[in-house]
C-alpha cells in the first residue's frame, strides 16, 4: 500500500512563492503518473499539474501554466511543485495523488486516474 505525505504549505503574501513535496512511502511504479490537485473552501477539488515518472512529461491546468513547475526525484520516491506568482485564488488544501501503476489507459488530468491521495497541505495566499 502507497501512503503519499505531502509538505511545504503555509501562509504566503500575494506574488510569493512556496516549494510543496510529496513523498511516498514505498515504491510506487516507474511509469506511474504523479499529480497535485487542489480544494479550496466550498469548490470540486480540481487537477492543478502532473508529471510520468518515468519520461518526466508534464501537465498544467490553465489557471496555474506559466507559474507552477512540477518536478519529480525518483531516487528518492518524491514530486515536488514549485509554485511561484502566488494569488489570492491559489489558497486551497493541496494533495497529491499517484496511479496505480504504470498502465495509464485514462486522461492525467482527470482526479478518477489517481488511486492513491495524501491529506493534503494547506496554502493560504494574503492580498
Known amino acids: 500500500q502507497v501512503q503519499l505525505v505531502e509538505s511545504g504549505g503555509g501562509l504566503v503574501q500575494a506574488g510569493g512563492s512556496l516549494r510543496l513535496s510529496c513523498a511516498a512511502s514505498?515504491?510506487?511504479?516507474?511509469?506511474?503518473?504523479v499529480s497535485w490537485a487542489r480544494q479550496a473552501p466550498g469548490k470540486e477539488r480540481e487537477f492543478v499539474a502532473a508529471?510520468?515518472?518515468?519520461?518526466?512529461?508534464?501537465m498544467y491546468s490553465d489557471s496555474v501554466r506559466g507559474r507552477f513547475t512540477i518536478s519529480r526525484d525518483n531516487a528518492r520516491n518524491t514530486v515536488s511543485l514549485q509554485m511561484s506568482g502566488l494569488k489570492p485564488e491559489d489558497t486551497a488544501v493541496y494533495y497529491c495523488g499517484a496511479t496505480a501503476g504504470s498502465n495509464i489507459t485514462s486522461s492525467m488530468r482527470s482526479l478518477g486516474t489517481y488511486t492513491y491521495w495524501g491529506q493534503g497541505t494547506q496554502v493560504t495566499v494574503s492580498s
Open positions: 508529471i510520468r515518472r518515468n519520461t518526466g512529461a508534464q
Open positions: 514505498a515504491a510506487i511504479a516507474s511509469g506511474a503518473g
